[in-house]
């Protein structure tokens, strides 16, 4: 399969006051066509500035260095202006509140549609027309009368809609997805998954999940990247990882979600709690709190490397068994 | 006098209004937040209370606690009506029922040290209580919720939001309550701090004889710690169950679709599993759904729905649902 996405040595750094904050380093992989990866980390993992970083998007002290190839470009340190000639075309990205990538004043006609006359060149009656359309994919009910509405006036899962039909008008390569359905109830959390399988499936979209939650991960991702400090330390298929984790954190995750079909007597937290990257442990930075570790972890930061020979890494010093019980 | 012996806590016909205004000069309206809610609370249970925003489960939590007062119904406190009780009474009862927040920093006044915080239930609730036992209490909470003594001088900024929500429950802990109401406690946490917090509530649990009321939207969290469970859906009970019976054998049609929308962390069961898609979403309180709230998003939903409210009925010795087609579902479902 090709690749609509390959990053390599991805570092985002952010200027504070007295110091620099490194919130992404090293970050390199690829995102094949069509496929759903899903980033998984807890706050301060740099699951969401990476991909900030890969939009051209990050906060005024941030900078981000490596490359991002969408195709033949390099999206990483590539002027707005020219940032926004594939922006909402090839690659889009959606956030946890609609509300930020809606603009209040603008009918939801009107804002969709801009997006087409500006990256497809469509008249602007044409455009309303496949406005309409397309919020009928993304199933939204009466959706003429809902065009002409302004995103106030919508529910919170409709609006969740009007954004996935406002990232997929140019049907991009690659849509991004930040923790699109954490603030929703669960009910709608189910149709909202539903309709990102049904429609990157027909667009032949690659999809980006980032999330903390597992089972969103279980249910949508063929692949999944587990990020901490701002390192990728697992990355496999989502099969591998669930059934048969290698690095102790992502044991860890595991361990600590719970599971609805199952009244487990305890749950297996990790202890301890998620790093301030202002001051990243030595070495691998999961050690403080990894019940495999040995001197080594302390000292040396572990790479992420092949295991087994085939497509899943790791980075982890650890060599014997995890000894993890199937999460089945 | 206490009618039965094993509740801490009885909630009958409980109903809780709310006037919202649309502007200057419309009428306001009226929201029914909760409507003619019973159940109660078994001593040394944990009580889960579920539902989609908008159900009343927070409102719910308040009423319990006479934060809020409810408009209809009794709230029975070892058989005593506490929902009428004259404020000054309601304080000497409040030593015994306390509640954690979901929000750790935004419940902590930024201004007071940790030792403050965790000491200010003692100052308002037992002012028999001097200062010397004060701290003595002050570190022992702490070092129950895995606290150092020695930060008992730092502010909550300082705190991260896993140890904030320590400091919340320690709080919540000083008056030795027999029951505690957590508002949504591990919601806004990592999910690898969330699990030690769930961990640490049950752990509590046991050592001081706690019962909990667990209010969460989160139903795998609710399943773990619950021992039964209590799903709301706008403002009303729809039904009352034990966790495995809740989860073996759902009744009501929305807690089937409730649990089947649960995304579960085990990507072959998750391929596998048919999702029994619920359509749209939850309607206004202001204006709810005639008849059976519900029935506007059921898809067995019949005339008689939309006609005639069902009435909570008690099946098979305890549980509670409240739908007019649950025997001939049951029974499809058996199927």
């Not at chain 2, 961990?199 to 046991?206: I, R, T, V, Y």
Request: net charge neutral; glycine share 8%; with cysteine.
């Amino acid at each position: 399969m090709t690749n609509v996405l390959v990053v390599d040595d991805l570092d985002v750094t952010f200027a504070l006051h007295q110091a620099e904050v490194k919130a992404v380093s090293d970050l390199s992989f690829s995102l094949a066509a069509g496929e759903t990866m899903a980033v998984v980390g807890e706050s301060g993992s740099g699951k969401s500035q990476a991909f900030l970083a890969i939009m051209g998007l990050l906060a005024r002290n941030g900078r981000a260095a490596g490359r991002a190839m969408l195709g033949e470009v390099d999206l990483i340190g590539m002027p707005g202006d020219r940032l926004d000639a594939y922006r909402g075309k090839d690659i889009a990205m959606i956030f946890q509140d609609p509300m930020t990538s809606l603009n209040p004043s603008l009918k939801v006609r009107t804002q969709l549609a801009e997006v087409l006359v500006r990256h497809q060149g469509f008249a602007p009656d044409k455009a309303g027309r496949a406005v309409i359309e397309m919020l009928e994919r993304v199933g939204i009910p009466e959706p003429v009368k809902r065009a002409s509405a302004y995103p106030h006036e919508l529910s919170g899962g409709m609006r969740q809609r009007v954004m996935i039909a406002m990232a997929l008008l140019c049907r991009p390569k690659i849509l991004i997805a930040d923790e699109p359905t954490t603030a929703l109830d669960v009910t709608v959390q189910a149709q909202m998954l539903e309709l990102f399988k049904t429609l990157t499936d027909e667009f032949g979209t690659a999809l980006v999940l980032i999330t903390h939650d597992l089972g969103v991960v279980a249910g949508v991702a063929d692949r999944m990247m587990v990020m901490y400090g701002g390192r990728c330390v697992e990355t496999g298929t989502v099969d591998e990882l669930f059934y048969d984790p290698r690095h102790p954190y992502t044991l860890g995750l595991l361990h600590s979600t719970p599971h609805v079909a199952k009244r487990a007597q305890r749950l297996d937290p990790i202890q301890g709690l998620p790093p301030s990257l202002e001051r990243l442990p030595s070495g691998c930075a999961f050690h403080p709190r990894c019940a495999f570790r040995f001197e080594t972890c302390f000292a040396e930061r572990p790479q992420l490397l092949p295991v087994d020979g085939g497509a899943r890494g790791r980075a982890c010093w650890y060599q014997g068994s995890l000894k993890h019980e199937e999460v089945a | 006098m206490l009618e039965h012996n094993d509740d801490l806590l009885r909630i009958e016909n409980l109903s809780k209004f709310f006037s919202v205004s649309s502007g200057l000069f419309t009428r306001p309206f009226q929201l029914k937040a909760l409507q003619d809610i019973s159940f109660t609370v078994k001593r040394g249970e944990t009580l889960g209370i579920v539902g989609e925003s908008g159900c009343g489960k927070s409102t719910l939590g308040r009423c319990i606690l006479q934060l809020l007062s409810p408009d209809e119904g009794r709230v029975l406190w070892l058989g005593e009506d506490i929902a009428r009780l004259p404020e000054e009474q309601m304080r000497l009862r409040r030593r015994d029922l306390q509640i954690i927040f979901q929000d750790p920093l935004a419940s902590l006044n930024p201004r007071m040290t940790v030792g403050e915080i965790i000491a200010d239930p003692l100052r308002t609730l037992m002012p028999e209580v001097d200062a010397k036992g004060r701290r003595e209490r002050v570190i022992k909470a702490m070092e129950a919720v895995g606290l150092l003594p020695e930060m008992i001088n730092r502010y909550p900024h300082e705190f991260s939001g896993g140890q904030a929500q320590r400091i919340g429950i320690a709080r919540a802990l000083i008056t030795e309550p027999k029951l505690i109401v957590c508002d949504e406690p591990v919601s806004a946490l990592d999910v690898s701090v969330q699990a030690q917090i769930v961990n640490l509530l049950s752990d509590l649990k046991q050592q001081f004889g706690l019962t909990l009321v667990f209010i969460s939207h989160n139903l795998s969290v609710v399943r773990h710690v619950s021992d039964r469970i209590l799903v709301l859906y706008l403002g009303r009970v729809v039904e009352l169950a034990s966790g495995d019976d809740l989860y073996a054998d759902p009744r009501h049609p929305y807690t089937r679709a409730l649990l089947t929308a649960v995304p579960i962390p085990d990507p072959r069961r998750a391929r596998q599993r048919t999702i029994d898609g619920l359509v749209g979403e939850i309607p206004s309180p202001i204006n709810p759904p005639s008849g059976c709230t519900f029935r506007t998003r059921c898809r067995h939903a019949v005339a008689l729905c939309a006609d005639k409210r069902p009435p909570l009925e008690t099946v098979d010795g305890g549980r509670l649902v409240a739908c007019h087609r649950w025997r001939e579902l049951a029974v499809t479902a058996a199927q």
